[in-house]
Each structure stands twice: as C-alpha cells, then as structure tokens.
C-alpha cells in the first residue's frame, strides 16, 4: 500500500464516540421466541385482545417465511433462538411521569449522547418521546400538542388510549407478511411511537425521538406509525446511537405512515448506531420497513435520512403513491466505513395519476466497507403522466472500499417520464494535499469535501438537524490523524 | 527566509533531489528553470510537504523554522504558499468556502479573529477585479470544470488573499494566453515586497518578461547547476538547455 493510500485510511479510521453501556438494571424476558413468548410481552403490556390476536397471526406467517438473502450484505446466520424479545428499564412498572422522575443515568447517557433532553426540547422547541430500550419514559410538551389535537405518544399507550385508530391503520402499509423482518417485528414489536394529526392540522413544531439500544443481546423491534389525516402536516425526526458492545444485536424495526388527502410527512433519520469495530465485530444489524403511504390525492411524503452507523444497513424508505398527484421523495446519504455493509435505496411505485417521485442518493464508502444503492421505479398501468427523476452519486474514500448501484425500473405505461443518472467519485490524495497546503486540516478537508458531497441533502434537514447531521458525519470520518 | 541545505529528496527507489541547496532572502523573486523531468515540481512539492517524497538528507528552514518538521497544513500556517502546476478540482466544495477556511486557519495560527463575511467578501472582490476574474467564480466549486487559465488564475487569487512569506509558483504561466499572462504577472507583482520571498518555477522565459527576478537558477537532474541574474533566463531561451547540460558535463 502506498503511503497516500495508508494515510486516507488512517483518516477514515476512528472510534465509536458514543461507545458505552449504562448499567439500568433490565427486566429482560429469557432468550428464544414462542408464542408464550409474545403472550408474555402482551400481557407486560395490558393490550387489548386484538393486539394480541394481531401478534400470533404474525408469528405464525413468520414462522413459514424465510430470511431474504439478495441483499448486497453478509453476515453470519442470526440465531433467532438467542436473542431476548422483551426489555425494559426497571422502572417499567412506574413509569415515570416527568423528567425528574426518569433514572438520572438515562438522563446522563443522553448528555453523553449530546443530546440534553430538556435543554434540547425547551431551546428547539421540539416534543420528544424518548425510546430508551424498548419502552418510552419521558415525554414532553404533551399539552401544546394536545391544544391542536395532536396524538403523539409511545406505541403502548396508543393501543390503550386510541384502540379505535391503531387498528384502523396499524398493518395497512406494511402488512405482517410483508418480509421476514416485517413479520417477525409484527409479532413481537416492543414500543415505539404512534402520531396522529387531525384534519387541517399544522403541526406546531417538529416531532422527534431518539431510539437507543441497550440492554446487552436484546434485539430491538420498534414500531412507528404516523397517520396525516386530511390537509394536515407534520415533521418528524428520528435520530439514534447505541453504546459500545460485542456481540451483534439485531434492529428490525417498522415504520408506517399515511398520508390521507392533501396531507403532508417530512420524515428525517439520522441514524447512528454502533457499526462495530474495524473488524466488524459488535455491531447493529439494522433491517428496517419503512414504507409510506400517500393515500389520498395531492399528498405527500418526503423521506430523508442519513445513514452512518450499524454494521449491518438493510432499509428501503418507500412510497406508495396512490392517490392522484401525490409526490413521494427520498433523499439519503449513507455513510460506510471499516466493514460496514450498507443496502439502501428506496422504493416509487406510482399508482395514481400524475405522481411524481424523485430520489437522491448520495453514498459514501471508506475503508473496506461496500456501500450498494437499491432503487425500484415502478409505474403501474392506470398511472399516467407519472414522472420520476433519480440522482445516485457515490464518493470513494480509499482503495479497498466498493459502490454499487443497482436501479430497478418497471414502466407500465407509455406516458411515463423516468431519468436516472448516476456518478462515481473519489476523495484523491491530490485533493487532500491542495487542503492542506492551504492551511486547512486533513479531517476539515475530508469533511468539506463530504459535506460539499451531501449538500442536496443535507438541505432537505430541518435545520438544527442539519447542523446535528453534519457533526456527526464528521465525527464518522474522523480519522486518528496527526 | 527561505534556506535549502543539500537537500535530497526521493520517491520509491528513485532519487529525484540530489543535493539541492538555495537561499532566498526577503524581499527578492527567484526564478528556477530547467527541463522537464529536472526536479521542479518535486521541490516546490518537498518544500510544501508532499508525503509522497521522503526527504533522505538535508534541511529546509523558513525564517530559521525547520519546515521538515511540520505537516503541509503547518507549513501553509506559517507563510508557505504554493501555487500548484495542476490545481485539482474539488466538485461540490465552494470556492469562496475553501478561500474562507483557508483564511481562518491562518488567522487562527496568528491568533487573530476570524475574518466577516462582509470584509471577506470585499477583500476577495478587490483581488479578483485585479486579476480579472469573474465574481462569479467564487461561488463555483473548488476549480470544477475552470478552464486551464481559470485554474492559474485562481491560485494566484488564493495566493493573494492568504499573504504569504514565501509563494512558490509552479509554472503558473504555462498553458497561459497572453492576457492571463499579464494578469497573472500583475497578480504576482502586486505582491512583491520586502517582507516576502517569492520562487517562480518555470520552463520558459515568458513570465520572466513581466515578472522580473532578481536571481535565475537552472535545474538539472535534481542539482542547481547554474546561478545568475536575469540574462542568465535570456542565454537560457537562446540556447536551450542543452547548453547547461553539456557545461555541466564538460
Ligand atoms: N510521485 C512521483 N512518483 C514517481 N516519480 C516521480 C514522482 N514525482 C516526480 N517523479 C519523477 O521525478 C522526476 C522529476 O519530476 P518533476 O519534479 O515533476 O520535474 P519537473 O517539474 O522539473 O518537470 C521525473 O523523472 C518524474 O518522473
Ligand atoms: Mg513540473
């Protein structure tokens, strides 16, 4: 290897800076999966007969499929025996009612985290359901979204307080059989957040949750859903990291939205969670549905994420495009390193008349890690005058690592307008050393040439997200230089 | 300022610099010339710090600080500007960006604040109307898609706006027309004064017409092989560099 080559790939080496584990005692139920097993998690948490009755039909379909495998990704066979389904922290029982009642180590693993809860709340403005592990425990300016007759609150208590709209909608974009990952979450699904905002409804700030993962060989199975009822919008950021570990820990989570008439989803993901060591070792197999549902006419729904963590990243954000002139779009950047794997893209499919999508990926691959962009367009035959427009941009940082673009097309009708293009580029050492000659540092070069990279992106952020997402792509190319 | 001792300097097996020394005072503009293949870049590029030459033996100092020592980030900190033969394009990253960072880091090595946007953007028009560059240019990504002039041009934009002790200009006429010659010289020219050292790499007499040197040295196989003033650029351009060679040999 010649030096240049060592030195990018000592830059793009760096440490889990959220590597570490807080010791709240779990209430974890024994490792394996049955249907004893997803009664006990019902039972935990009081739920109605239906949600049970909606588990076990779940189960049931997931026992009979098996695991997909024409992912770009590798990894050891999961055994599905070993892993624990239900964890909560011990204070599941008493569940805290505001922030000064929550386990002051949460509240500092978050400080760790940086994200000071209540400071982040009051200055953004910004409601947040924390998932610690697998159950809420604070929840915050639950009163301004009450005045607007805004529902946001975790999965469990949805099922208690509003039966009536969970079942209405629980399942309907992501059906239980829908993938091995999908059904296994339908069964045994811990917690989550549900959202619902009322007809003509402004959501009057932004929604957020941050996800963490923590008790030791737990796999996480979050569900979310989001439902826009007619001439609504709502804004809703999920932002995650987990704690430094050995052993892999499987996260498959489902996320569910609807978009009914003239109603609007901004969902923004930054995901950070643990991508194991510079062998691959410990980290987060991550397997998510996300689908969304533009139901209704002149709808829309608008994905963005960006990607830098997990070992393992397995994630398709979709849109349904159903109703006449709904518009769908997906904007990612996805960050590989080490031997992070990353399958992601999205899906279009356009049903309804004069549906427009567009998508723009931006992948990054450092070190030996193999980054792969999985779009599906598919224009239905009753949808005419659809349109969609795709951009895949890849950028290279060092020698070993791989891209891959695999764009997947099905136009079934003559009046379709469908564009893809698609580029390749490289961080080059002559491009580092022009940087640094004039006076800026390695890390700032790589990180202004990356952030110059994603800025389509990044734009679509909400703001103090952007500036979040941005530090943390930093902070997941940083390399021990110097 | 600016001390070469011996300086030898190589890549793999092969040895590019072999026991180079130059001394550049304040104040004065050095020009090397030599064919092709002689070493320029290569020292231009040791002296900055390119990591893909390992200096075997000799010394470089700036104002009596030891240039080996530092990164090429360091270096760039303490004065030493160079203006690449082939500025690479960095698509995305804006051009006013780079300038700006670029600026900050040298203020906040000399522990000065960081420059306004309003002063920043005043000072980089300034020097863009006098090398005759578009506005426009600054808002463009880091040389995407300029021209090879553009390019030149937009070093000696960046020369001009970091100030630095010691500029070396690696054939920053070559691939030039003649008026982006002339605002290249113009650009050079205004920066010459007596507290700052500037080194014109070049192949030909050219730039040589515009920008008037106080010493020429000649290149040849990694040695300075000949030292003079300005009519030693002039016996080059007449008689080739074959001449020097075969003195050198003789
Ligand atoms: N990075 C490099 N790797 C291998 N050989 C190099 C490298 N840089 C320069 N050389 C060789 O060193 C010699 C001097 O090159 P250079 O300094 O570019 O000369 P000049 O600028 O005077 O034309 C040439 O023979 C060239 O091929
Ligand atoms: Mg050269």
Redesign the interface.
């Known amino acids: 290897m010649s030096?240049?080559s060592k030195?990018i790939e000592s830059l793009v080496n760096r440490r889990y800076e959220h590597g570490f584990v807080t010791d709240i005692a779990t209430e974890s139920l024994p490792p394996g999966l049955d249907e004893d097993v997803i009664r006990a998690i019902s039972a935990r948490k009081n739920e109605p007969e239906f949600m049970l009755e909606w588990r076990l039909k779940a189960y049931r379909q997931w026992l009979e499929m098996t695991e997909p495998e024409w992912a770009h990704v590798h990894y050891p066979k999961i055994d599905y025996d070993a892993i624990s389904y239900y964890a909560a922290p011990k204070s599941d029982s008493d569940r805290p009612k505001s922030l000064d009642e929550v386990d002051p180590k949460l509240l500092e693993t978050y400080d760790k985290l940086g994200i000071p809860l209540h400071e982040r709340a009051r200055l953004a403005g910004v409601a947040v359901d924390a998932v610690f592990d697998s159950v809420s425990v604070a929840t915050t300016f639950k009163d301004k979204l009450s005045e607007a007759g805004v529902i946001f609150c975790s999965f469990s208590e949805a099922v208690e307080n509003h039966p009536d709209l969970v079942k209405k909608y629980l399942g309907t974009v992501v059906p239980q059989r829908d993938n091995f990952f999908a059904a296994l979450n339908s069964a045994v699904f811990s917690d989550g957040s549900f959202v619902y905002i009322p007809k003509g409804v402004r959501c009057p700030m932004e929604l957020s949750t941050y996800f963490r993962i923590n008790a030791a060989n737990t796999g996480q199975f979050e569900r979310t859903l989001i439902i826009a009822d007619e001439g609504s919008y709502v804004s809703y950021l999920e932002g995650c990291t987990a704690p430094m570990r050995d052993e892999n820990q499987l996260h498959a989570a489902v996320v569910e939205l609807v978009a009914l008439d003239n109603a609007e989803i901004k969902y923004s993901t930054v995901q950070n969670w643990y991508p194991g060591d510079e062998e691959g070792r410990g980290g987060i197999y991550n397997f998510v549905t996300k689908r969304g549902d533009c139901r209704g006419a002149n709808s829309k729904i608008s994905w963005t994420q960006v990607e830098t963590g997990s070992a393992i990243t397995w994630k398709y954000p979709s849109c349904i495009l159903r109703g006449d002139n709904s518009v769908g779009e997906f904007y990612s950047v996805a960050v590989a390193n080490n031997l992070q794997q990353a399958d992601t893209g999205t899906k279009m499919i356009h049903i309804g008349r004069n549906t427009r999508s567009t998508i723009v990926s931006k992948g990054i691959s450092a070190g030996r890690a193999q980054n792969a962009y999985r779009g599906l367009v598919r224009i239905m035959p009753q949808a005419e005058g659809a349109r969609n427009h795709t951009q895949c941009d890849s950028l290279l940082i060092g020698k070993e690592c791989g891209a891959h673009t695999f764009p997947y097309m099905e136009i079934k009708h003559p009046s379709a307008k469908v564009e893809h293009e698609a580029t390749t580029?490289k961080i080059?050492?002559?491009?580092l050393?022009?940087?640094?000659?004039?006076?800026?540092?390695?890390e700032?070069a790589v990180n202004?040439?990356v952030?110059?990279?994603c800025?389509e992106v990044f734009n679509e952020l909400p703001m103090e997200f952007a500036v979040e997402a941005q530090a943390l792509l930093n902070v997941s190319l940083e390399g021990a230089v110097? | 300022m600016l001390e070469i001792k011996d300086l030898k300097a190589k890549t793999g097996d092969t040895e590019i610099l072999k026991g180079l020394s130059l001394s550049v005072k304040a104040g004065e503009v050095h020009a090397i010339m030599g064919p092709n293949g002689s070493g320029k870049s290569t020292l231009a590029q040791v002296v900055?710090?390119?990591?893909?030459y390992e200096v075997t033996g000799g010394s470089v100092t700036l104002n009596g600080t030891d240039l080996l020592d530092l990164?090429?980030?360091e270096?760039?900190?303490e004065g030493v500007?160079?203006g690449?033969q082939y500025?690479?394009e960095?698509?995305?990253?804006?051009n006013a960006?780079?300038l700006k960072?670029?600026v900050n880091?040298?203020r906040a090595?000399a522990g000065e604040e960081e420059i306004d946007a309003y002063e920043f953007l005043k000072l980089a028009r300034e020097k863009m109307a006098l090398l005759d560059m578009d506005p426009k240019f600054l808002n463009r990504?880091v040389n995407e898609g300029f021209s090879g002039g553009e390019k030149k041009r937009n070093e000696i934009l960046?020369m001009a706006m970091?100030e630095p002790k010691l500029a070396i200009l690696d054939e920053t006429d070559s691939g030039l027309d003649i008026d982006a010659l002339k605002a290249v010289a113009e650009g050079v020219n205004a920066l010459r004064s007596p507290d700052r050292a500037i080194v014109l790499v070049t192949h030909y007499q050219r730039l040589l017409d515009y920008v008037e040197p106080d010493h020429v040295h000649v290149l040849s196989e990694g040695r300075i092989v000949r030292s003079g003033d300005k009519t030693l650029a002039h016996e080059l351009e007449a008689r080739g560099y074959e001449w020097v060679r075969e003195a050198v040999n003789a």
């Open positions: 030096t240049e030195e580029s080059s050492a002559d491009q050393f022009y940087c640094r000659q004039r006076g800026i540092s390695e700032d202004m040439i952030n110059g990279f800025k110097g | 900055a710090g390119r990591d893909d990164e090429p980030e270096r760039s900190r500007f160079l690449f500025p690479v960095i698509p995305g990253v804006n960006y780079l960072a670029a880091a040298r090595h990504g960046q970091l």
